[in-house]
């Protein structure tokens, strides 16, 4: 089934959730409404009991198109707390009521970070890297990563990664716990897959009862997370020194920030 750029294959218990945006797998609130759309509906189906997601071409997801206003999701609405579309959607793959493993190739930057930080489990290659690069464009981490990552990684990795803008490759998301299982880029949706059958091969009530549990109160949370993230992107999406940032990033150098 199709949900605009999303793909779904039901396959027994299991079913692939596929991103068709490549290379890059850029996204916008239309995307990320149309996966929430697509789990709504797989998590109604008694039949489904985990899920694999994916993407098509070179990267799992680049995040926003910053080159590209028009398409740029990352848009917050306003300075006074206002909802962000995007994030509303966000929230809503936040509950999703069954198991998600993310199968990660190439880049998940910003917000496709968050994106990959949203499911429960991620399976990584050597070539897979991950860059919370929000300050590189004078921008705030969004997309929930303030509250999501450090719960993965910890409070000091994760204001490493905020602070420095760092990239970090499959091999070193695996040592830091952010990866579950590390495997070479041909293997890497076989082994999402097997993953996902050890799950599904257990009773799925007590699955999504243990679940639930583990991710009590996340949507919530992440709704609140996202709630001051896309104040402090409005105020910050206002300066010179972000309209430098985004020029810099797309002409591969680094900025020159005035702190203005």
Same mark, same amino acid.
């Given at each position: 089934? *199709?949900? @605009?750029?999303?793909? !779904?294959?039901?396959?027994?218990?299991m079913?692939? !959730?596929e991103?068709?945006r490549?290379?890059?797998?850029?996204?916008?609130?239309?995307? !990320?409404?149309?996966?929430?759309?697509?789990l709504?509906?797989l998590?109604a189906? #008694?039949n489904?009991?985990?899920? !694999?997601?994916?993407?098509?071409?070179?990267?799992?997801c680049?995040g926003?198109?910053?080159?590209d206003?028009?398409?740029?999701?990352a848009?917050?609405v306003?300075?006074?707390?206002?909802?962000?579309?995007?994030?509303?959607?966000?929230?809503?793959?936040?509950?999703?009521?069954?198991p =998600?493993?993310a199968? =990660?190739?190439?880049?998940?930057?910003?917000?496709?970070?968050?994106?990959a $930080?949203?499911?429960?489990?991620r399976?990584?290659?050597?070539? /897979?890297?991950f +860059? /919370?690069?929000? $300050? *590189?464009?004078?921008?705030?981490p @969004?997309?929930?990563? +303030?509250?999501?990552?450090?719960?993965?990684?910890?409070?000091?990795?994760?204001?490493?990664?905020?602070?420095?803008?760092?990239r =970090?490759?499959g091999?070193t998301?695996?040592?830091? @716990?952010?990866?579950?299982?590390l495997?070479?880029?041909?293997?890497?949706?076989?082994?999402?897959?097997?993953?996902?059958?050890?799950i599904?091969e257990?009773?799925p009530?007590? #699955?999504?009862?243990?679940?639930?549990?583990?991710?009590?109160g996340?949507?919530?949370r992440?709704?609140?997370? +996202?709630?001051?993230?896309?104040?402090?992107?409005?105020?910050?999406r206002?300066?010179?020194d972000?309209?430098? @940032?985004?020029?810099?990033?797309a002409?591969?150098?680094?900025?020159n920030?005035?702190g203005?």
């Amino acid at each position: 089934m *199709k949900y @605009g750029d999303i793909e !779904v294959q039901r396959d027994g218990y299991m079913a692939l !959730v596929e991103i068709q945006r490549p290379p890059n797998n850029f996204f916008d609130v239309n995307l !990320v409404n149309d996966m929430a759309d697509a789990l709504d509906d797989l998590d109604a189906d #008694v039949n489904m009991r985990a899920y !694999v997601l994916c993407a098509q071409g070179k990267h799992f997801c680049a995040g926003a198109n910053f080159g590209d206003p028009a398409r740029n999701a990352a848009r917050p609405v306003s300075f006074d707390g206002a909802s962000n579309p995007l994030y509303a959607a966000a929230v809503r793959l936040f509950s999703c009521r069954k198991p =998600i493993i993310a199968a =990660i190739q190439g880049a998940a930057v910003g917000g496709g970070f968050g994106l990959a $930080v949203m499911a429960d489990f991620r399976v990584v290659c050597p070539e /897979a890297r991950f +860059t /919370a690069n929000f $300050v *590189k464009l004078g921008f705030h981490p @969004g997309f929930g990563l +303030t509250h999501t990552l450090p719960n993965v990684i910890g409070q000091q990795r994760a204001n490493l990664l905020f602070m420095t803008g760092r990239r =970090i490759d499959g091999e070193t998301a695996h040592a830091w @716990g952010l990866a579950d299982v590390l495997t070479d880029q041909a293997s890497l949706r076989a082994e999402a897959v097997r993953l996902g059958s050890e799950i599904a091969e257990n009773a799925p009530l007590a #699955v999504q009862s243990v679940r639930a549990t583990m991710r009590q109160g996340l949507a919530e949370r992440v709704k609140d997370a +996202t709630d001051w993230e896309n104040l402090e992107q409005a105020r910050l999406r206002e300066t010179e020194d972000h309209k430098e @940032g985004v020029r810099a990033v797309a002409e591969r150098r680094p900025g020159n920030f005035v702190g203005r």
